[in-house]
């Protein structure tokens, strides 16, 4: 018989020193207090526990205990809640950890976020891409030092539309001493290496099976963007915008024409933004991404002297078929500092190209007329702007602590009833935070000044 140990922990949001929040008003108060975010309640569906069930009887439990708990810190999931489940044989030392990514519960959020559609392209990729591409490898005796195995075991992944549920079951590579870079810390040489090089071989899979498998491959040129839906929704347009506005503020005051050049973005944003992601244009460049290329997706294992030695790539959901540089300009803009661009930025192209190389010349392909050097150059041009305008949005983010990050289900619910004075007021409160944070300003001042001084604005 399974038994189910849920230990609930229920945050209630604290603001100016009170447990309540004072009532949103709809734009006649002078002052709205925004609920900042909190863990949440955990609630084991029928669903959940099943699916750890099925887990548990393959991997070998028959007498078992199952604990949920929380498995990351607040702020860390928009898409997704993570619940670290330890499995436990009972009168034995039988124990398994597991981390399982849910929708969150709230609907408003799932709507909003659009967490199905992402939940079932990120299934999608565990139970169907990585695998082939696993294979693909294997057939052409690939061994692990030299190919892309930087992903982690999944143990189950489903997504239920008749219960809208879903669930991912993956390890916790954390009890293999894996560990995250700090969000708040721009990425460092080292790290950044091991980034470049597991990018430049995930992205070979790629041109290697379109020349050798087309048939097999050609399910995912027709993968659609679900992340350029996104773009659609006013609200979040009307962010983006916004987010472009602040980063531009970013520059010094006498900089005019370079501020222009930023805001000029702003004129057709959504049509610049479907540009660099559109494949059809792209061709015959276009390659399965990772597509949320941010520390918090990365994983490093480290060697006695703290140096990193492996890497590993999670949270799938908005793979998309597009360029390779959209990758690298997502990373580079959102997660290094301007100082380490100016040192090393040709070098690291050059460590992902020749990773890229290496791994495309052994699958049999040809990287001088399947992806040269010189085309990589032409799509920075051509799609760094992609990587601009994502970093005005996620970089203030990233700087964000966790007592001033709104709590996203109430972002969602005004989302949904779209009121003007709440909307605002998220706005005045982003870009005030924006405007006081030091470390998030040089970092988007120095994105901007790259980006200007390459020719990409």
Request: aromatic share 10%; hydrophobic share 40%.
């Amino acid at each position: 018989m399974t038994e189910v140990a849920v230990p609930i922990q229920e945050i209630t949001p604290i603001v100016n020193g009170h447990e309540e929040i004072s009532p949103i008003t709809n734009g006649t108060a002078t002052a709205i207090e925004l609920p900042m975010a909190k863990q949440s309640e955990i609630v084991v569906t029928d669903y959940i526990r099943q699916s750890l069930d099925k887990v548990a009887i393959a991997e070998g439990f028959k007498n078992y205990t199952i604990d949920v708990d929380h498995g990351s810190s607040i702020g860390d999931g928009f898409i997704g809640i993570i619940l670290k489940v330890t499995i436990q044989e009972h009168d034995s030392d039988h124990k398994l950890i597991v981390l399982a990514k849910i929708p969150p519960p709230n609907k408003a959020r799932r709507e909003a976020m659009g967490s199905m559609k992402f939940f079932e392209r990120e299934i999608f990729i565990y139970n169907v891409m990585l695998p082939e591409f696993v294979e693909f490898q294997k057939e052409k005796k690939i061994p692990e030092s030299m190919g892309f195995f930087n992903f982690p075991k999944v143990y189950f992944a489903e997504i239920n539309e008749e219960l809208d549920e879903s669930i991912i079951i993956m390890e916790d590579l954390r009890q293999k001493d894996y560990k995250m870079w700090s969000k708040f810390d721009p990425v460092n040489y080292e790290h950044t290496k091991h980034i470049m090089t597991a990018l430049g071989r995930l992205h070979a899979l790629s041109f290697a099976m379109k020349a050798k498998k087309p048939e097999l491959f050609e399910k995912y040129k027709k993968i659609n963007d679900y992340f350029l839906d996104s773009f659609q929704d006013n609200n979040f347009k009307t962010f983006l915008e916004q987010s472009v506005v602040t980063a531009s503020n970013s520059l010094d005051i006498a900089d005019e024409k370079k501020k222009a050049k930023v805001l000029k973005l702003n004129e057709n944003l959504f049509e610049l933004l479907a540009t660099c992601l559109d494949k059809e244009t792209t061709e015959p460049f276009a390659v399965m991404n990772h597509g949320d290329c941010w520390v918090n997706n990365f994983l490093f294992h480290y060697t006695k002297r703290g140096v990193p030695d492996k890497i590993v790539l999670i949270d799938w959901q908005i793979s998309r078929y597009c360029s390779p540089v959209i990758d690298l300009i997502y990373f580079f803009f959102i997660c290094t500092d301007q100082q380490l661009r100016l040192k090393h930025f040709d070098e690291f192209l050059r460590i992902y190209h020749h990773s890229l190389k290496e791994l495309l010349d052994h699958l049999g392909g040809d990287t001088m007329t399947q992806f040269p050097f010189t085309a990589l150059l032409r799509h920075l041009k051509r799609f760094a702007k992609f990587g601009v305008v994502m970093a005005a949005m996620a970089v203030p983010m990233l700087q964000t602590k966790k007592e001033d990050i709104i709590d996203m289900d109430f972002m969602a619910e005004q989302m949904k009833e779209a009121d003007p004075a709440v909307m605002e007021e998220i706005m005045r409160q982003y870009k005030e935070k924006g405007a006081e944070n030091n470390a998030s300003n040089n970092r988007m001042r120095g994105v901007l000044q790259d980006a200007l001084r390459n020719g990409y604005l």
